[in-house]
C-alpha cells in the first residue's frame, strides 16, 4: 500500500515541495538563530556592563573608606545575579579587601553553551570617586558564568526549530490532500476509464473529462488522447483496407522468390566450382614455387661445393705466384669468383627463406663490434671513391644483444655496399641507436637518390630503381631483397626515404632483447687520469668523424678543448687533409702525446709519442690510442687496457690432422693451407674410412666434411663419440652454409665446432688454436 502512494504524481510533488519548504525553512530559521546568538552576546555584555556601572559608584566609596563589612555585604549582592560566580575589589595596592564566589550550576547542555559563549567572563572596573579622580582606589572583578545567557538562547533556537518543523509538517499534510483532490483523483479516473478499454477494439473508446478540469491541463490532456483515438480509428481502417491489399499480392511475390531463389541457387553452384578451382590453382602454384626454390637452393649448394674449390685453388696459386702480371690476372679470377659465391648465397638464402628453411639463431653478440667490423671492412671500398664511411653509434648502446649476429650482419653488409655503390661524392654513415627496446640501425649516404617510382621496386628480386641504375652501376638486385626478408624474419622493420640527387636513408628497426648481463666499457681504470690530460682537439669543425669522436670522449667524461687555446694534453689532429702540416705541428706539440686520425687508411709515422687512429672509428681502437698518447701503455699485450686476448694468435704446435673430405679440390686447398700452418696431414673420403683411419692411428684434430657419400659427417663423428677412447678428439665441422639448422646438427651430432668453405687460412689457423690439444707442462726441477 505504502509503494503504491509512493508512486503516485501527489506524493511526488507533496515530497518535493516539502522537501524544499523545509530547507528554505531550515535556512531561514539558521539565519534567525545566528542573528539572535549575536544579539544574545551583546545583550550579556550590556547587562554585565550595566551591573558593574551600577556598583561602581558604592564599591568607589567602600574602597575609600576602607570598609571591609560593606564590601562584603556589597559583594554578596552582586552574587545574587544568576550569572556572577565570582566578586572581589583589591585596594590600590593589588591586595584583596573583599571576595564572595559561589560553583557554576551543571548541565548536560552546558558544553554547548560553552562552546557558543565561552565557560566564564571576567569584567574589570577600576574605583574611583568623583572628587579625587586622580586617586586610584583599586579595581572591581566580577567573573561571569556564561551558562545563564547561553541556556536562554539555546531554549530560544530549540523552539524555533521546533516550531519550524512542525510547519513543515503540517504544510506537509496540507500540501497532500491538495494536491491527491486537485490532481492524483482526477487522473486516477482517467486511468480507471483507460483500463477498462477492451483490447480488440481499443480505438473505440474515449475518454470522459474530469469536473472542473475542462480548462486545466488534465481537460487539455484528455482532449489530446481523444484525438489521438480518433486518428487511430481512421488508421486502422486503412491499415485493413491495405492489408486486404497485401493479400492479393502475397501470392504473387511468393511465386517472384520462388524463381529468383532457383537463380541464385544456380550461381551459387557455378562460385562454389570456381573456389575450387581458384584453390587448386593456388595449391599447385605454391608446390610450384617451393619445388623451385627447393631446386634453387640445392642447385646453389652444388654450383658452391666446386666453386669453393676454384676459390681455394686461386688462393694457393696467388700465394705462390711472383710475376705481377700473373697476380694481376689470378686477383682478378678470385674477385670474379667472390662475386659469383656471394651472388650465389644471396639466392641461396632468397631461396631458402622461400622454402621457410631459414632458422634464427638466439645468442649474444656485441651489435657495435659487429657494426665496427663492417665498417672497416667496407672503409676501403669507400677510400677508392674517396667517400667517407662514417660510423656513428651511440656511445650508450648497450653491450650484448640476443639474436642472430650472422643475419644482423648480412643485412648491414647489403645496406653498407648498396649505399658506397650508389655514391660518387659526400659521405655514407652508419647510425646506430636503442629506442623503445628495439636496435635502430641507420644508412644514411648522399648518393643518386631515387624516384618515387622506383622506392616502390627496390625490395623486389631482381629489380633496380630504373633502367639507368642497371646500366650504370651493375647489380642484381638481391641484396635489399635478402634484406627486407631477413629483417621480416626477425619480426623487424625496414624504411627507405629517398629523393633523386640528394641521398638515400634506410632505417631498419629490429626487436633485439639486450642482455643485461654485460657490463659498459667505461675506458679501463686510468680514465681518471686520462681526464686530467684532456683533449686538445685540432680537427677542423666540418670533418665528418669529429661529431662521433667527441659523442664517445663526452660520454668518456675526458675534457676536449681547443688545440689553440689548450697548448697542452693529449693532441688530436687531422692526419689526412694535410699530411705535412699535420706531421710538422704534430713534431712541434709539447703537450702529451699525439693521436693522428687517419680517414685516408695511408697515414704513418715513426715519432714515439704518435698514434695511428683509423677511421671509421672504432671504440677500443680509441682507447687504444688515448692509453698510448697519455703514456699509460701501447695495449700490445693481450688483455692490456681492458681488451681481450681472444683475438690474439697463440703458438700451436705441429699437430697430426685428419681431414675427412670428398672432394679432391678441396682436399688440395685444405691439405695446403694446412701444411703451411706447419701441421701434418692424412685425408680420408667418407666417413667410413675417417673410423678406419682413426683405428689405425691416433690424431689430434679431425676436420669432418658434413656432407659425403657412403657415411656423411654427422653419422660419422656420432660413432666417433660412441668410442671411449675418442670422446676428447677434437671435431670440427666442414660445412658450405651457415644456419641455425647445419650448427644445430653439429652441435647435437658431437662437433665440437665448425668452419665454412671455402678454406681460408686465418679461420683454420683461429679454429686449431682453439681446439688443440695443450703441450705437456715442463717437469719440475727437482
Known amino acids: 500500500m505504502f509503494n503504491r502512494v509512493r508512486q503516485r504524481l501527489s506524493y511526488r510533488l507533496t515530497r518535493d515541495t516539502v522537501l524544499v519548504a523545509m530547507v528554505l525553512g531550515l535556512a531561514l530559521n539558521l539565519i534567525q538563530i545566528t542573528l539572535d546568538y549575536f544579539i544574545a552576546r551583546d545583550a550579556m ?198 492489408e486486404s491489399a497485401m493479400k ?61 674449390g676454384v676459390l681455394g685453388m686461386l688462393g694457393l696459386a696467388l700465394e705462390n705466384e711472383k710475376d705481377a702480371g700473373q697476380r694481376n690476372r689470378l686477383e682478378i679470377a678470385l674477385n670474379a669468383g667472390e662475386s659469383l659465391l656471394g651472388l650465389l648465397n644471396d639466392i641461396l638464402d632468397i631461396s631458402k627463406v622461400e622454402a621457410g628453411k631459414l632458422s634464427l639463431e638466439s645468442i649474444p653478440f656485441s651489435v657495435r663490434k659487429l657494426i665496427e667490423e663492417c665498417a672497416t671492412l667496407h672503409a676501403q671500398q669507400a677510400r677508392r671513391k674517396s667517400i667517407d664511411l662514417v660510423n656513428e653509434t651511440a656511445p650508450d648502446l648497450p653491450e650484448l644483444y640476443l639474436g642472430d649476429p650472422t ?101 631498419v628497426t629490429l626487436p633485439l632483447p639486450v642482455q643485461q648481463e654485460a657490463q659498459a666499457n667505461t675506458g679501463g681504470d686510468q680514465m681518471p687520469r686520462i681526464r686530467e690530460i684532456g683533449i686538445a682537439m685540432a680537427l677542423p669543425q666540418n670533418h665528418p668523424h669529429r661529431p662521433a669522436i667527441e659523442a664517445q670522449l663526452h660520454d668518456w667524461h675526458i675534457p676536449v678543448r681547443s688545440a689553440s687555446r689548450y697548448p697542452e694534453g693529449i693532441l688530436l689532429l687531422d692526419a689526412s687533409s694535410t699530411p705535412l702540416e699535420s706531421l710538422a705541428f704534430a713534431n712541434d706539440w709539447h703537450g702529451k702525446g699525439v693521436i693522428l686520425a687517419d680517414q685516408s687508411g695511408s697515414a704513418s709515422s715513426h715519432h714515439p709519442r704518435h698514434c695511428i687512429l683509423s677511421l671509421p672509428l672504432r671504440r677500443d681502437d680509441l682507447l687504444r690510442c688515448l692509453y698510448a698518447a697519455a703514456g699509460l701503455g701501447t ?22 690432422i685428419l681431414l675427412v673430405e670428398d ?31 682413426l683405428q689405425k692411428a691416433t690424431y689430434d684434430l679431425v676436420l669432418m666434411d658434413c656432407q659425403m657419400p657412403v657415411m656423411d659427417g654427422y653419422e660419422a663423428t656420432r660413432a666417433i663419440r660412441r668410442n671411449p677412447d675418442w670422446q676428447a678428439l677434437p671435431v670440427i665441422a666442414v660445412t658450405a652454409n651457415v644456419m641455425q639448422g647445419d650448427r644445430e646438427d653439429c652441435l647435437a651430432s658431437g662437433m665440437n665446432d665448425y668452419i665454412t668453405k671455402p678454406y681460408n687460412r686465418e679461420e683454420l689457423r683461429a679454429v686449431i688454436a682453439r681446439w688443440a690439444p695443450l703441450p705437456p707442462a715442463p717437469e719440475a726441477d727437482s
Not at 67 to 93: K, M, N, Y
Not at 278 to 293: F, G, I, M, S
Not at 642 to 649: A, I, N, R
Not at 665 to 692: C, D, F, I, M, Y
Open 635 to 656: 695495449g700490445d699485450q693481450p688483455g692490456q687496457l681492458g681488451f681481450s686476448g681472444e683475438d690474439q694468435p697463440a703458438h700451436v704446435p705441429a699437430l697430426k
Open 248 to 308: 492479393n499480392y502475397s501470392s504473387q511475390l511468393e511465386q517472384e522468390v520462388e524463381d529468383r531463389t532457383r537463380e541464385i541457387s544456380e550461381k551459387n553452384d557455378a562460385l562454389q566450382r570456381g573456389n575450387r578451382a581458384l584453390v587448386r590453382a593456388k595449391e599447385d602454384a605454391v608446390r610450384r614455387a617451393r619445388a623451385r626454390a627447393n631446386f634453387l637452393a640445392s642447385m646453389s649448394h652444388e654450383i658452391r661445393t666446386p666453386l669453393n
Open 407 to 507: 643475419r644482423t650482419r648480412q643485412i648491414l653488409n647489403n645496406l653498407l655496399s648498396n649505399a658506397i655503390k650508389f655514391t660518387d661524392q659526400g659521405t655514407v654513415r652508419i647510425r646506430t641507436s636503442c629506442s623503445g627496446g628495439s636496435l635502430r640501425l641507420e644508412v644514411i649516404d648522399t648518393g643518386i637518390g631515387m624516384s618515387r617510382e622506383g622506392l616502390h621496386r627496390i625490395f623486389s628480386p631482381f629489380s633496380q630503381a630504373d633502367t639507368d641504375t642497371t646500366r650504370l652501376y651493375g647489380g642484381t638486385g638481391l641484396g635489399l631483397t635478402l634484406c627486407r626478408q631477413l629483417v621480416e624474419r626477425m619480426h623487424g622493420q625496414i624504411m627507405v626515404d629517398s629523393k633523386e640527387g640528394t641521398g638515400t636513408h634506410f632505417t
Open 45 to 242: 555584555e550590556r547587562e554585565v556592563r550595566a551591573l558593574i556601572e551600577i556598583t561602581q559608584s558604592p564599591a568607589s566609596q567602600i574602597a575609600y573608606n576602607i570598609d571591609v563589612r560593606l564590601a562584603e555585604e556589597l559583594l554578596d549582592g552582586l552574587l545574587q545575579h544568576p550569572a556572577t560566580i565570582d566578586a572581589r575589589i583589591f585596594d590600590s595596592d593589588g591586595q584583596t579587601m573583599a571576595a564572595a564566589s559561589q560553583s557554576s550550576p551543571v548541565s548536560r547542555y552546558r558544553w554547548l553553551s560553552d562552546l557558543l559563549f565561552g565557560a566564564s567572563r571576567i569584567f574589570h572596573q577600576q574605583l574611583h570617586v568623583s572628587q579625587l579622580a586622580d586617586l586610584p582606589l583599586g579595581r572591581l572583578v566580577v567573573t561571569i558564568d556564561t551558562y545563564h545567557y547561553g541556556l536562554q538562547f539555546l531554549t530560544r533556537a530549540a523552539n524555533t526549530l521546533i516550531i519550524g518543523l512542525l510547519k513543515s509538517l503540517v504544510l506537509s499534510g496540507v500540501l497532500l490532500a491538495i494536491f491527491y483532490f486537485v490532481l492524483t483523483r482526477p487522473m486516477m479516473n482517467v486511468i480507471n476509464a483507460l483500463s477498462q478499454v477492451r483490447a480488440s477494439s481499443p480505438e473505440k473508446i474515449r475518454l470522459p473529462i474530469p469536473e472542473n478540469h475542462r480548462r486545466d491541463e488534465i481537460g487539455a490532456m484528455v482532449g489530446i488522447i481523444n484525438q489521438h483515438l480518433e486518428n487511430m480509428e481512421v488508421s486502422v481502417a486503412k491499415l485493413r483496407t491495405a
Open 663 to 693: 672432394n679432391q679440390v678441396n682436399q688440395l686447398v685444405a691439405s695446403s693451407l694446412l701444411r703451411k700452418l706447419g701441421h701434418r696431414v692424412e685425408h680420408a673420403e667418407n666417413g667410413r674410412k675417417a673410423l678406419e683411419a
